[in-house]
């Protein structure tokens, strides 16, 4: 890890877990990825397949003031007993009934023990339920992955088609929006390298027959997806720039270039929470393996010099061909360098194992990592 790294890589599973758990962050960043949602809060749930929330229902029943005071009111009354009423109307005492509420009394304490409150450490990124009463599972995709597309689209469906219990009635299922956040990492990932001219694509299951002169939607699962690698340069709002800047540049900017940059109240909060010196210890080895697990699949560090003066010496060459053969290798060899000093600031690898491989004076080399954070910081 570079030691003058202040953010952590806020596209990593854990780092980006961790930062919106905070849930005054979430409007702002629905705001800024689902711009037609009127969100005035949204509620973050336990990240598993079951919009029923079985468990999370049963916590909400065991840690609600009523259940607890009801519990404790009841706790020290000395002779309980449970009357019941038949068919017939008539009242009478049941001891089966008063000794089972006895020990759930006594058992209570355990009860709760059982069912702590959940830590939003399950399979998708984190489930929210927004004020409207539908549903939105955010997934943050780091590694390109092959059927990516039906992954997503079996997470909504799935959540979707569970929201109902047998018997109820049709009319409770509420929309599920899935938003998938592709691409980030170190090496700025291209997950649509075929469109790169795309940066949203946004799903909705339509009537095909007939949708030239009606368009007919069911309105129930949409999904909508970004490429970061593919982000414009011009957003309609602030906060817009300042979140997929957030998600880009985070981890190669200064503190001061996030006060100079960033506008946005929310983002500026997330940052502050991306700072790797502010991630929990459970957090910080989480991020800290998939950084590891992160390089498996990235080029070996003795292939950066040879991609470097591959694409150094090609654009060196086609640069010089108008000015002779000799400066264009002299051309070639510079670009090739600097290329290769690029891609290893890229693995974060320290600055001073770059200037004794390269001989490359530690000022040069701090200058080209400047000239990255600001060419970046300047698409946006």
């Given at each position: 890890?570079?030691?003058?790294?202040?953010?952590s890589?806020?596209?990593?599973?854990?780092?980006?877990?961790?930062?919106?758990?905070?849930?005054?962050?979430?409007?702002?960043f629905?705001?800024?990825?689902?711009?037609?949602?009127?969100?005035?809060?949204?509620t973050?749930l336990?990240?598993?397949?079951?919009?029923?929330?079985?468990?999370?229902?049963?916590?909400?029943?065991?840690?609600s003031n009523?259940?607890?005071?009801?519990?404790?009111?009841?706790?020290?009354?000395?002779?309980?007993?449970?009357?019941?009423?038949?068919?017939?109307?008539?009242?009478?005492?049941?001891?089966?009934?008063?000794?089972?509420l006895?020990?759930?009394?006594h058992?209570f304490?355990?009860?709760?023990?059982?069912?702590?409150?959940?830590?939003?450490?399950?399979?998708?990124?984190?489930?929210?339920?927004?004020?409207?009463?539908?549903?939105?599972?955010v997934?943050?995709?780091?590694?390109?992955?092959?059927?990516?597309?039906?992954?997503a689209?079996?997470?909504?469906?799935?959540?979707?088609?569970?929201?109902?219990?047998?018997?109820?009635?049709?009319?409770k299922?509420?929309?599920?929006?899935?938003?998938?956040?592709?691409?980030?990492?170190?090496?700025?990932?291209?997950?649509?390298?075929?469109?790169?001219?795309?940066?949203?694509?946004?799903?909705?299951?339509?009537?095909q027959?007939?949708?030239?002169?009606?368009?007919?939607?069911?309105?129930?699962?949409?999904?909508?997806?970004?490429s970061?690698?593919?982000?414009?340069?011009?957003?309609?709002?602030?906060?817009?720039?300042?979140?997929?800047?957030?998600?880009?540049?985070?981890?190669?900017?200064?503190?001061?270039?996030?006060?100079n940059?960033?506008?946005?109240?929310?983002?500026?909060?997330?940052?502050?929470?991306?700072?790797?010196?502010?991630l929990?210890?459970?957090?910080?080895?989480?991020?800290?393996?998939?950084?590891?697990?992160?390089?498996?699949?990235?080029m070996?560090?003795?292939?950066?010099?040879?991609?470097?003066?591959?694409?150094g010496?090609?654009?060196g060459?086609e640069?010089?061909?108008?000015q002779?053969?000799?400066?264009?290798?002299?051309?070639?060899?510079e670009?090739?360098?600097?290329?290769?000093?690029?891609?290893?600031?890229?693995?974060?690898?320290?600055?001073?194992?770059?200037?004794?491989?390269t001989?490359v004076?530690?000022?040069?080399?701090?200058?080209?990592?400047?000239?990255i954070?600001?060419?970046?910081?300047?698409?946006?």
């Amino acid at each position: 890890m570079n030691s003058k790294q202040i953010y952590s890589i806020p596209t990593y599973d854990a780092a980006f877990k961790w930062i919106l758990s905070e849930e005054t962050l979430l409007p702002s960043f629905f705001h800024a990825f689902v711009s037609n949602l009127e969100i005035e809060r949204a509620t973050r749930l336990d990240d598993h397949m079951n919009p029923l929330q079985v468990f999370q229902l049963l916590r909400n029943f065991i840690y609600s003031n009523e259940t607890e005071q009801t519990v404790a009111s009841l706790k020290n009354v000395i002779n309980l007993a449970v009357h019941v009423t038949d068919q017939d109307s008539i009242t009478r005492h049941s001891p089966e009934a008063s000794v089972m509420l006895q020990d759930f009394l006594h058992h209570f304490p355990d009860i709760q023990q059982a069912f702590p409150q959940p830590r939003f450490n399950g399979t998708m990124d984190f489930v929210c339920e927004l004020n409207s009463g539908e549903f939105v599972i955010v997934e943050m995709q780091v590694a390109a992955q092959d059927y990516w597309d039906c992954r997503a689209l079996a997470y909504i469906a799935a959540f979707f088609g569970n929201q109902l219990r047998k018997g109820d009635d049709w009319t409770k299922l509420k929309k599920v929006i899935g938003i998938n956040i592709l691409g980030g990492g170190k090496d700025n990932i291209n997950h649509w390298s075929d469109t790169p001219d795309q940066y949203m694509r946004h799903y909705k299951m339509q009537e095909q027959l007939h949708k030239d002169t009606h368009k007919r939607f069911i309105d129930g699962v949409e999904l909508i997806q970004y490429s970061l690698a593919n982000a414009p340069t011009h957003f309609e709002s602030q906060e817009q720039r300042d979140w997929v800047t957030f998600f880009k540049c985070a981890h190669l900017m200064t503190e001061e270039e996030v006060q100079n940059t960033i506008k946005t109240p929310a983002v500026l909060r997330a940052f502050e929470r991306a700072k790797l010196e502010n991630l929990p210890t459970e957090v910080r080895q989480e991020y800290n393996k998939e950084e590891a697990n992160y390089d498996k699949y990235s080029m070996y560090t003795e292939n950066i010099h040879r991609q470097g003066v591959e694409q150094g010496l090609a654009k060196g060459l086609e640069q010089g061909l108008a000015q002779g053969i000799e400066q264009g290798l002299a051309q070639g060899i510079e670009l090739a360098t600097k290329n290769m000093i690029k891609n290893m600031l890229a693995k974060n690898i320290p600055t001073t194992l770059i200037s004794e491989i390269t001989r490359v004076s530690m000022e040069d080399i701090q200058s080209i990592q400047q000239e990255i954070v600001v060419s970046i910081r300047d698409e946006y």
